[in-house]
C-alpha cells in the first residue's frame, strides 16, 4: 500500500533594508527552482513555500538575557525530559508574533542578506540575534538551509558575507548546504545604469546576472533534495529518531539514557590505549 505524501514547508528570509529588491529577487528564485523540484516529486511530498522580506517589518533587538531560553534556566538537571524555558520575553514584534511561528513550521531555508562591508546587513544581524529561543527548543536542529547575498560589485565583499551567513547557519543547528558557498550576485546588469542614476532606487539589476540565477535554482533545489530526504527518514525511523537522536547539541544536558557523550567502555580503554608508536615486546 502507497504511504501517505509527506508535507514540506521552505521558507525563504530577505534581510534587505529595501522591499522586494536583489536579494528578495534570488531568495525568490530559489524558491521557485525548489517549487520545480516538489513538482517533479509529487508522487512522494507536497511542497510548498513561503518568502517573507524584512525590509519594512519591526524587530526588537535582542536583550541578551540567554538564561531564559535554556532548559531550566541553564542549571543542570536530572533524567531526560528537559525542563520548559521561559522563552524570548519580546513578545509583541514581527519575530515573535510572526516569523519565529513560521521558522518552527519550516523544513528548510534560504536566508538572504545584501553585502555591507563584506558582510552581512545590519537587519540580518537584527534577525540573527533573536533565532536563539527556537534553537534552545529544538526547532532548528538538522534542518537545511542555505545563503544568498548581493554586492554592487562582482568582488564587493559576496563570499565573505556568504561565509558569514554560512557560520549562521552552523551555528544554530541547522545543515549548511549552500553549494559554491551559497548565491553570490551584482545588484546591477554588467551595462546597466551606475548607483547614482535616478532609477538607482528602483532597478533589480540581478535579473540580468545569470550567474547568479544559476546558483539560486543550485541551492533551491538543494535545500528542497535535503529537506524531502530528512522528512522521510524520520518518517522511516519512527521511534528511533524521537528515542536516538539528537534534538539539540547545545548544552546544558540531562541524563540520556542511552549515553550518546559517551562512548562504549571497550572504545574508550581503545582510545585512551591509543599511541602512534608500536609497543615494545617484552
Known sequence: ???????IKLLGISAGHRKKMNTYYLVLLALKAAEKFGRKVADVCDLETEIVDLADKHIEPCRNCEWNHMPGGGLPYEGTDRPKAKGCPIKNDYMATELIPKMKEADGFILGSPTYTWSYSSRFRLFTERVSPILWGGYLTGKPAAGVTVGEMPF???????NHINTIITASEM????????????SGPPNGPLPWDKDYSTRVGAKGDRFAQWLAIYNGRRVAEYALMLKMAKRELGPIWEREFIKIYH???????????????????EMLEFSPRPKAKK
Open 1 to 7: 500500500m502507497a504511504k501517505e505524501k509527506v508535507k
Open 175 to 186: 545543515v549548511c548546504v549552500s553549494w559554491y558557498a551559497g548565491v553570490t550576485g551584482v
Open 251 to 269: 548544552p546544558p544536558r540531562g541524563d540520556e539514557s542511552w549515553g550518546w557523550r559517551r562512548l562504549d567502555p571497550e572504545d574508550e580503554k
Open 156 to 162: 564587493g565583499g559576496q563570499e565573505t558575507c556568504l
